[in-house]
């Protein structure tokens, strides 16, 4: 067995293995008329990325320009961005002293900076409690529309990002960047691609910048979108527009390395692997685009970055029962099985604290796809605490 950093524990055998759901009391709670499939135009969108970042200069395109979701049924975590408590100014200490009281680890680096960031940006800065509409693993900070922009606290860390920068919005989390260092480094560079002077985000900001982004680096430089990937962080849109840039230059090999490259670096993330689906089936790749939703189903559903239906509906899954789809793509259906006709032994003996944590991700998969976190947050602190994670359960609960 091997943890991930989502939580979830995979067998070596079969890398989406989780506990079978179709017990899990909460789902059935959820409204089936919130999972109403939303049918949309496929591609060539390729799973437009939301971005709450400045726009930036024409050098590097749309890739790097506010984006937001088209509106569908779900409307997780959106409600709330309205009502949220804001602060007049940046209140620092108060979200370092949530983070590490209630979510039980230590704050992020740089998370004051990333605040001060934030706000120049034009976002209001959000109180850290205002959790009890949100997905239950965010710590808002601040918000801007309908979108709020959050730390994301994994149950688990084994590898990765242990406190990634999301936006909260009406299709789940999107990946703004793996760290607040590589958010506010990004944020500099953008300002500093479009503006001849020091402006508001570097003056923001205090002389911990000065060694991260030194002024004018960027100036001069042919592809500033090279530039962000290979020198400040690996960030989804940028990657999702150099392969969308190979493929518009007909260069289809290149447009599937890279998303296949982007993939690498998005571990536990269910955007990239959707990505690509979508570009294999518009290169007319069926079998292969399938095979990757399969995999994109695997990673946490609220990571997709795209409505769960067209997800499920490119990996074979139309108008099935999301339980089903989650026991399909573990395995555990064709297990049960191939059980069944005496083909294989029983099920490998599994520990009760790794059969929790698949509850626990299997309760976060569908009450994503529900459209509703706070119907099962009673059984995911139980969940947690089962799975011997008792900081996560009382980080969830303290709401």
């Known amino acids: 067995m091997r943890a991930t950093t989502s939580g979830i524990v995979r067998s070596a055998h079969n890398p989406c293995s989780a506990t079978p759901v179709r017990t899990i009391r909460a789902y059935s709670?959820?409204?089936?008329?919130?999972?109403?499939?939303?049918p949309k135009a496929l591609l060539p969108s390729f799973f437009p990325l939301q971005s709450r970042s400045a726009e930036l200069s024409s050098q590097i395109g749309s890739a790097c320009r506010h984006r937001s979701y088209n509106a569908t049924a779900r409307q997780i975590s959106v409600g709330r961005a309205r009502s949220l408590r804001t602060y007049a100014s940046v209140s620092t200490p108060s979200h370092s002293e949530y983070i590490r009281n209630q979510a039980a680890i230590e704050p992020p680096p740089l998370l004051p900076t990333l605040l001060k960031v934030l706000e120049a940006q034009g976002e209001a800065i959000v109180d850290p409690s205002e959790r009890a509409d949100l997905h239950p693993l965010v710590?808002?900070?601040?918000?801007?529309?309908?979108?709020?922009?959050?730390?994301?606290?994994w149950p688990q860390s084994v590898g990765g990002p242990i406190m990634p920068v999301v936006r909260c919005g009406a299709l789940g989390l999107t990946l703004l960047a793996n760290s607040p260092s590589e958010y506010i480094h990004r944020a500099l560079v953008e300002e500093d691609l479009e503006l001849d002077a020091e402006g508001p985000i570097r003056k923001s900001c205090g002389p911990e910048v000065q060694t991260l982004y030194p002024l004018g680096t960027i100036k001069g430089q042919k592809r500033p979108e090279v530039f962000l990937v290979q020198k400040v962080g690996k960030f989804p849109d940028i990657m999702e527009q150099l392969a969308k840039g190979h493929l518009e230059k007909g260069d289809n090999v290149s447009a599937l390395v890279t998303a296949e490259w982007m993939a690498g670096h998005m571990p536990d993330w269910g955007y990239a692997p959707a990505f690509h689906a979508g570009m294999l089936e518009v290169l007319g790749?069926?079998?292969?685009?399938?095979d990757q939703a399969r995999g994109a189903l695997c990673s946490p559903w609220w990571t997709l970055g795209h409505a769960y239906e067209e997800v499920a509906?490119?990996?074979?899954?139309?108008?099935?029962?999301?339980?089903w789809v989650r026991d399909a793509v573990s395995g555990e259906n064709a297990v049960r099985e191939a059980q069944r006709q005496g083909k294989m032994p029983g099920p490998q003996?599994?520990?009760?604290?790794?059969?929790?944590?698949?509850?626990?991700?299997?309760?976060?998969?569908?009450?994503?796809?529900?459209?509703?976190?706070?119907?099962?947050?009673?059984?995911?602190?139980?969940?947690?605490?089962?799975?011997?994670?008792h900081k996560m359960a009382f980080f969830v609960s303290a709401i």
């Open 29 to 38: 709670a959820l409204s089936n008329s919130t999972r109403t499939a939303t």
């Open 139 to 153: 710590i808002p900070l601040s918000k801007q529309g309908e979108g709020i922009t959050g730390i994301l606290r």
């Open 285 to 290: 790749r069926g079998d292969e685009a399938r």
């Open 313 to 323: 509906a490119r990996a074979g899954f139309a108008g099935k029962d999301p339980a």
């Open 349 to 389: 003996e599994r520990t009760k604290e790794e059969i929790a944590l698949d509850q626990a991700a299997a309760l976060l998969d569908l009450a994503y796809v529900g459209g509703d976190y706070n119907a099962v947050r009673e059984e995911l602190v139980q969940a947690y605490k089962d799975a011997g994670l």
